[in-house]
Structure formats: structure tokens, C-alpha cells
């Protein structure tokens, strides 16, 4: 209230000033064909100049703010890959029984396109995500989760992570999945119904974290190529990647 209140009066005062120096203006020159003249030119320039700053300048103002917001988030994304995300993948894929047979489809090379992104989105979309639960070692999974659940609550802390929905579902099924593995002590005497209940919650972060990561591909291979070689190196469903560059044959 205090704000309005305070935006009248100054509107208001600066009608009234506006107000008085024309009528100054009147009693100097006498001239009241000249103060209309002036007042409907300046009136119908206010439209032009709400187009220039309001729907133009404004806008690309707008989209400048935007990018500048869209790279730091793809910056801390590109944190949370670092420290959790890639190591994270490439332990579920290596407990993906079907991998082995769509890991070449799922390769992303040097000379990957938005072609070659929307078919391999395809792909992640129907592909099933299955974990064999029982060669999961479950004891590394639940220590990798808790030494980075600090790092996971900062993110989590992060606003600017709000605007951006599929990574806030990745950091809430990761964290989820940590918090379920932590309140479990011993992972041998887990009844069957608990494990499969647990299988969920792995696949749910498999699932979130693949498409993360494929997204966050097509970000690097357009804007940042050198992180984009490494990336593509250290693949998560290779398993046998390399960060070592070698020579093509």
C-alpha cells in the first residue's frame, strides 16, 4: 500500500508540474496554437515510444536475461554431471541387461546432429530402462548417494533450478533414491517386495537421468564443443569409454 501510495503522488506531481509549465509557457508567449501543436505530437509519439521500449527493447532485454539465466543453469548441470551425474548413469547402465544391444544406437559421436539427437530421443523415449537388481551393488550406490547428499541439498537450494523442470524431477528422484537407501541397513536381508520396490526407484533415476543427459549433450555440442569431446568420451553407456584421446587407425 505504502508503494502505490507513493507511485500516485508522484505520478500526480509530475502531472501537476507538466500542468503548470504549460500554463507558464501560455502566459510568457501567448501562443495556444503552438502549445497544441507540441502536446498532440507528443501524445502521439507516447505510442511509438511504448512500441520502441516496451514491446522491443523490453523483449530483447527480456531474451538477453534469459540466455544469461539458461547458461548458469547449464553450468550448475554441468556440476552435478561432474560430481554425481555421469558416475551415477554409467553404474545403472552397467546393470542394464539390455544394454549391450542398443548401445551402439545410443553412442553419441563427434559428428552427432540435431538429426542424429531427435532419433536418439526417440529411442530414449521408448526404451525400457530395465535394472537387474540383484547384480546391483547396492552397499556402493548408497555410500556414492550419501557422500553427495550435501552437494544434492545445495542444488536442491538453488532457485534458479525451479524454472527448469526436468532437472528438478532428476534431483528429486536421485534424492529420493539416496534417502531410501539410507534408511536401509543391510541390504542382504531385504524381503523381495522391498527390492523390487527399490528396482522402481533406480529406474525412475535411470529413466530422468538418461534424458537429462541427452539434453544437456545437445546443449554442449552446440554452445561449448571442447566439454562436448569430453563428454562424448566418457560416455555413460559405454562402457568401455576413455577419456584418453586416440588416434584413428
Known amino acids: 500500500m505504502e508503494r ?16 503548470v509549465f504549460y500554463i507558464l509557457h501560455y502566459v510568457i508567449f501567448r501562443d495556444a496554437h503552438h502549445i497544441v501543436i ?13 512500441l520502441l521500449v516496451t514491446l522491443i527493447i523490453h523483449e530483447l532485454l527480456n531474451q538477453r536475461d534469459k540466455q544469461a539465466r539458461f547458461e548458469k543453469l547449464n553450468m550448475v548441470i554441468g556440476i552435478f554431471f561432474s560430481e554425481l551425474g555421469t558416475k551415477l548413469l554409467k553404474l545403472l547402465s552397467a546393470r542394464d541387461p539390455d544394454l549391450e544391444k542398443i548401445t551402439g544406437e545410443f553412442l553419441v559421436k563427434d559428428g552427432w546432429s540435431e538429426k542424429n539427437a531427435s532419433r536418439l530421443g526417440e529411442q530414449f523415449n521408448r526404451y525400457n530402462y530395465g535394472l537387474e537388481i540383484r547384480y546391483v551393488d ?27 523442470e526436468p532437472f528438478t524431477d532428476v534431483l528429486r528422484a536421485v534424492f ?4 531410501e537407501l539410507d534408511y536401509r541397513e543391510d541390504f542382504e536381508r531385504l524381503p523381495k517386495s522391498d527390492r523390487t520396490h527399490l528396482a522402481g526407484d533406480m529406474k525412475r533415476v535411470y529413466r530422468v537421468l538418461a534424458h537429462q543427459w541427452l ?7 552446440n554452445n561449448h564443443p571442447y566439454l562436448f569431446s569430453l563428454a562424448i568420451r566418457i560416455n555413460p553407456f559405454d562402457q ?8 584413428f587407425e
Open 4 to 19: 502505490k501510495r507513493w507511485q500516485l503522488m508522484v505520478g500526480a506531481s509530475l502531472v501537476v508540474l507538466s500542468a
Open 38 to 50: 507540441y502536446l498532440l505530437g507528443d501524445i502521439a509519439f507516447v505510442f511509438i515510444e511504448v
Open 138 to 164: 547396492l552397499d556402493q550406490l548408497k555410500a556414492l548417494l550419501r557422500d553427495k547428499k550435501d552437494f544434492l541439498l545445495r542444488l536442491l537450494e538453488n532457485p534458479s533450478l525451479l524454472e527448469h
Open 176 to 179: 529420493h533414491l539416496a534417502e
Open 215 to 221: 539434453l544437456y549433450m545437445g546443449y554442449l555440442k
Open 240 to 247: 568401455n569409454a576413455s577419456p584418453i584421446v586416440k588416434e
